[in-house]
DNA sequence: ACGCGTCTGTTCGATGTCGAACATAGCATG
DNA sequence: CATGCTATGTTCGACATCGAACAGACGCGT
């Protein structure tokens, strides 16, 4: 059941036949996703998923010595551990939130078995497997081959997207949790970004001056991903473009 | 049609119930596949899908600027661009032969069909999302958290595991494609590798001396993906363990 | 207002990796 | 067996990032 008012953006959603919607809006819980929290974790099994409807979540890899790198972000056009459809119900990754916002919630079970009789439903499904790889096979490459800097700039822009505004709440700390760095090394190249004039930011709020100035710095990734989920999910909804 | 013998020895094909694998069959034809070959290119038209039978196929990313990682190695539990069955056709990534070997060769256009009435299939062909799925994560986070001796020594074993022999050809230059590095730091560091005992090497053949020692040196991720292989496909199978 | 704990931001020496140049071995060709 | 070509392996200064310690700001309870 719905509880609360508010349109849907989710863009799996939205793709969907109006008959195939209707089955599950019924089944879909909105919730409030609060920052930093934390939706599954590694190993836990994973009884719902998340169709996010506002702000980001991120799948987010722990290493065994405490560490940690973001290895997918998922917006508007997403839903969490989609990988959970695969037969297994254990989660790869820690799901956290990045941008706070607000998510639709649906049981697991349910959503596998509509899957598996509703053709339309599937499609939807595989084009956004098809994307959570492409996005995963960036990062990886991305996290090999790119400085902190352009790295850094990649993953304002993003989150720039979904916070709907120009202002945002960001500690270094958490940005070094998602980079897969230091909080040290964040300080430096955040300390580079503000003397560009590209940022500001005091006490965890940081605020995006120049855009076009972070996107000529930034890697080209930022740029791949977004063609990429143009290509898949149109070309609508951007959100602060 | 199958044009050679060969005994079956892909995981993926194996775990299919016999009426399932006859039907695929007539439709396969065996390949060798030669080291470094590209099997497919980034951007181009998938048409083909390829089980892996002997040696390992890769997944390399190409940047911009020309350099280029690995984010995926795909043995005897996998088949290529898995993910083009997810309604596009065109690869994410360059596909590359890493260990020659052998290869099933199946129309894309025909499994993906089959995939659509055969649950067997499907669950088939899950189970390998979820297992691919798992790996670029990994990966992901490896690039980016581990320093390049330990993920050398994880190249190294998860080669060893498929090359059939202690000893197998690889040059530094094409570690240093796949490692996402230059051939001078891959050669300090077969250098450190050489001296604790663990490989030996000459021009363009590597050796594998002390496996154990290996497995020493290398980060978590090794060991994190044959435990989650076995988990996913059974721990037959350990070619050289 | 005070002290205390926590969260935030900065500094600096140590180090792994880069990248460009150099050095060497094998191979083909006449 | 000279010659040049290509693939392979090594060296070294430059530099980005690490990591541990220091410095500063805010909130909270009394």
Chains 1, 2 share one sequence.
């Not at 508010?6 to 919730?31: D, Y």
């Not at 955040?190 to 709020?205: C, E, F, N, S, T």
Request: contains cysteine.
């Amino acid at each position: 059941m719905v509880s609360e008012r508010e349109p849907i953006t989710n863009r799996l959603l939205l793709s969907l036949p109006p008959a195939t919607l209707a089955r599950l809006t019924p089944e879909m819980e909105l919730i409030r996703t609060e920052s930093g929290a934390v939706i599954d974790h590694v190993n836990g099994l994973i009884q719902h998923l998340y169709f996010v409807n506002r702000g980001i979540i991120s799948m987010v890899k722990v290493m065994r010595d405490g560490r940690s790198v973001e290895v997918g972000a998922i917006g508007l056009e997403g839903i969490t551990d989609s990988n959970a459809l695969f037969g297994v119900d254990v989660a790869i990754t820690e799901t956290m939130v990045q941008v706070p916002g607000s998510a639709l919630k649906i049981s697991r079970t349910f959503l596998s078995r509509e899957l598996e009789r509703d053709r339309d439903l599937r499609r939807m499904m595989e084009r956004y497997w098809r994307f959570a790889f492409g996005q995963l096979a960036q990062t990886a490459a991305c996290n090999r081959l790119h400085t902190l800097e352009e790295r850094c700039c990649r993953w304002l822009l993003t989150s720039h997207d979904s916070a709907l505004a120009d202002s945002f709440p960001l500690t270094h700390e958490f940005l070094a949790t998602m980079l897969g760095t230091t909080r040290s090394s964040v300080s430096l190249t955040a300390k580079v970004l503000h003397r560009a004039g590209y940022i500001d930011y005091v006490r965890g709020i940081i605020t995006i001056v120049d855009r076009a100035g972070l996107e000529e710095t930034s890697c080209e990734c930022y740029a791949e991903t977004t063609a990429e989920m143009n290509r898949l999910f149109g070309p609508e909804t951007q959100p602060s473009g």
